[in-house]
């Protein structure tokens, strides 16, 4: 149990899915709870069409949707909302110190719930034509190339998700994975095969964007012979995995695996007594939405117990 003058009896960093969860939980255990957001809640999910496989939506759910009600019931139990980017988690002092762009907080117990945010190439001409070619966002940007082809980089189930989720408004999706396998589910890679619009570029890498103003071609590589290829496409979705936000911990006392993931046990205790993590930020994180608001919720929980000692 905690005694600790603090401002907020919990804060949570983060405010998508997972910090909404832990805020619903901790505002309904008549914890204090703020959550610090860097620009709207929702996180991932504000950028997913529709949620397929979320339990109690038979026939999906729109992300948008669903993170305007995660983030109404959190608030209608009394969650706070502040829109301040975090800067850095003083963890050495009780109460912790959250310091953000704007001033800093203090609470007794502290949520790590951040996330992570989509992998880059990092080759010549992605930045360039970046918002003008190059894309991350399907449901975003995929209006852009009706009835015009695109390509997508990736061979997990972002990509052929995204792929499919494509094929409805272009003419033609071609798929570029740098391996002759997929690493996408069973089900999504079959609904991939079936699609009479998305066709495959196997053992292939994109070594290039190139343009005049906008996107008009990638230089592509074949990984087993080394030969070079142009290939004519206005667009590219590039959907290559994730890595966690916990720029803000890098100097800190709050271990992490070798990828920047924060180490928790089961119950999304850090090695800092009072500082939870829950997510996809997590090691371990099944980066799943169900399994996301599952962590927010045991956190939340773990929390109220370290600060109650109930
Ligand atoms: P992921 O599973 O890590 O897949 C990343 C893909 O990008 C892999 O195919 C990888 O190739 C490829 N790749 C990585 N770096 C590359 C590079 N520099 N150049 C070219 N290709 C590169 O990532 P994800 O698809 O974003 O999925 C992340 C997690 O979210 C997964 O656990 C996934 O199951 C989950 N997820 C689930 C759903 C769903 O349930 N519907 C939807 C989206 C995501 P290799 O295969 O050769 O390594």
Same mark, same amino acid.
């Given at each position: 149990m905690t005694d600790a003058k603090a401002d907020y009896d919990v804060i949570i960093i983060g405010g998508g899915a997972t910090g909404l969860a832990a805020a619903l939980y901790s505002a309904r255990a008549m914890q204090k709870t703020l959550i610090l957001e860097k620009i709207a809640c929702g996180g991932q999910i504000l950028i997913t069409d529709v949620i397929e496989n979320y339990p109690?939506?038979?026939?999906?759910?729109?992300?948008? /949707?669903?993170? &305007? =009600?995660? /983030?109404?019931?959190a608030v209608k139990a009394g969650a706070e909302v502040k829109y301040e980017m975090v800067e850095s988690l003083r963890t050495d002092q009780t109460p912790k110190v959250v310091v953000t762009s704007d001033g800093q907080y203090t609470a007794k117990?502290?949520?790590?719930?951040?996330?992570?945010?989509?992998?880059?190439l990092g080759v010549?001409?992605?930045e360039t034509y970046a918002g003008k070619g190059v894309s991350y966002c399907a449901t975003c940007d995929g209006n852009f190339f009706r009835n015009q082809p695109v390509a997508v980089v990736g061979g997990g189930d972002s990509a052929v998700q995204e792929a499919l989720y494509l094929t &409805?408004?272009?003419?033609?999706v071609t798929l570029i994975h740098r391996r002759d396998q997929l690493?996408?589910? %069973?089900? =999504? &890679?079959? %609904?991939?095969?079936?699609?009479?619009k998305l066709e495959f570029k196997w053992n292939t890498m994109v070594e290039e964007v190139r343009g005049n103003g906008l996107m008009e071609s990638l230089l592509l590589k074949d990984v087993n012979t080394g030969d070079p290829s142009v290939f004519h496409v206005p667009g590219l979705f590039v959907f290559i995995g994730f890595h966690p936000n916990t720029q803000f911990l890098h100097n800190g006392s709050i271990r992490l695996d070798g990828g920047g993931h924060v180490i928790t046990n089961i119950r999304m205790e850090t090695n800092v007594p009072g500082i939870f993590a829950a997510g996809d930020v997590r090691a371990q994180s099944d980066? &799943? =939405?169900g399994s996301a608001v599952g962590d927010g919720i045991t956190a939340a929980l773990s929390a109220y117990h370290y600060i109650t000692g109930e």
């Amino acid at each position: 149990m905690t005694d600790a003058k603090a401002d907020y009896d919990v804060i949570i960093i983060g405010g998508g899915a997972t910090g909404l969860a832990a805020a619903l939980y901790s505002a309904r255990a008549m914890q204090k709870t703020l959550i610090l957001e860097k620009i709207a809640c929702g996180g991932q999910i504000l950028i997913t069409d529709v949620i397929e496989n979320y339990p109690g939506f038979p026939d999906g759910v729109t992300g948008p /949707e669903l993170a &305007q =009600l995660y /983030e109404k019931q959190a608030v209608k139990a009394g969650a706070e909302v502040k829109y301040e980017m975090v800067e850095s988690l003083r963890t050495d002092q009780t109460p912790k110190v959250v310091v953000t762009s704007d001033g800093q907080y203090t609470a007794k117990a502290v949520i790590i719930a951040t996330g992570g945010e989509h992998n880059k190439l990092g080759v010549p001409g992605e930045e360039t034509y970046a918002g003008k070619g190059v894309s991350y966002c399907a449901t975003c940007d995929g209006n852009f190339f009706r009835n015009q082809p695109v390509a997508v980089v990736g061979g997990g189930d972002s990509a052929v998700q995204e792929a499919l989720y494509l094929t &409805q408004m272009t003419n033609k999706v071609t798929l570029i994975h740098r391996r002759d396998q997929l690493r996408a589910s %069973r089900i =999504l &890679q079959e %609904r991939a095969f079936a699609s009479p619009k998305l066709e495959f570029k196997w053992n292939t890498m994109v070594e290039e964007v190139r343009g005049n103003g906008l996107m008009e071609s990638l230089l592509l590589k074949d990984v087993n012979t080394g030969d070079p290829s142009v290939f004519h496409v206005p667009g590219l979705f590039v959907f290559i995995g994730f890595h966690p936000n916990t720029q803000f911990l890098h100097n800190g006392s709050i271990r992490l695996d070798g990828g920047g993931h924060v180490i928790t046990n089961i119950r999304m205790e850090t090695n800092v007594p009072g500082i939870f993590a829950a997510g996809d930020v997590r090691a371990q994180s099944d980066r &799943q =939405l169900g399994s996301a608001v599952g962590d927010g919720i045991t956190a939340a929980l773990s929390a109220y117990h370290y600060i109650t000692g109930e």
